[in-house]
């Protein structure tokens, strides 16, 4: 089962910021949270992740809470092609196997 | 940047019959995940392999198998096909010694079965 809870759906302005939220309460000290997006059928699309630290690249920011129970990914200025299912996933390291389990995810619709 | 490229996009088969799925991972890369994902579903993790060998098993039917070679490709064997195995099939392929190992996805092949 999914290790993640999100909202099943969310609003965006176009160009305003995206904050997509996660609850992950039972995350383990070596399991790291990824953050992937999924457009209409394509190939889930890897966008960010963490283990502790807030991470930022060039697609969005990550902010892990200092307890490491939820986070938040943002995206600064969303636009009409953000619109997607966004997943957040806890993922153990490598050395365990490392299989992605996909939960529900938040539909991101971004509207003019 | 190479990415994960599979083959076909697109399959329709009869019940019954059999479909070999390929996915070529992107350069270097050392681990590849097979995931399936009906229609209105989320992906689900079937299989993986790592150095040519299984690494982890997930919900994969008995008459689905899988390996990976020697060239780091894989291929994904579905035999006795029923209309419930239509779904997207996806490959992702990692760097196992990168640290994170983080899984890039390909386009996914879409399989009909009539």
């Known amino acids: 089962d999914a290790k993640t809870t999100q909202p099943p759906s969310m609003d965006c302005a176009e160009g305003r910021a995206a904050n997509l939220p996660c609850n992950h309460s039972t995350i383990s000290g070596n399991e790291y949270v990824y953050w992937y997006r999924q457009i209409h059928s394509q190939g889930p699309q890897y966008i960010i992740h963490?283990?502790?630290n807030n991470e930022t690249n060039e697609m969005a920011s990550l902010i892990i809470t200092e307890d490491r129970k939820s986070s938040t990914l943002i995206l600064p200025h969303a636009t009409l092609r953000d619109t997607a299912v966004y997943y957040c996933?806890?993922?153990?390291?490598?050395?365990?196997?490392?299989?992605?389990?996909f939960g529900q995810g938040t539909e991101l619709s971004v509207k003019p | 940047a190479a990415g994960v490229i599979q083959s076909p996009r697109h399959l329709i088969k009869e019940k019954r019959e059999t479909a070999t799925l390929k996915c070529y991972p992107i350069?270097?890369?050392?681990?590849v995940y097979w995931y399936q994902q009906g229609p209105g579903q989320d992906p689900q993790f079937l299989i993986s392999?790592?150095?040519?060998?299984?690494?982890d098993k997930g919900s994969i039917p008995d008459r689905f198998s899988a390996q990976q070679f020697s060239d780091y490709h894989s291929e994904l064997n579905m035999s006795s096909l029923e209309l419930g195995d239509s779904a997207l099939y996806f490959c992702a392929s990692s760097l196992r010694t990168s640290g994170a190992d983080t899984q890039y996805f390909g386009p996914g092949t879409r399989l009909t079965v009539l």
């Open positions: 963490g283990l502790k």
């Open positions: 350069p270097r890369h050392d681990t």
């Open positions: 996933i806890v993922r153990s390291t490598y050395n365990q196997g490392g299989k992605l389990i």
């Open positions: 392999f790592y150095e040519k060998m299984q690494s």
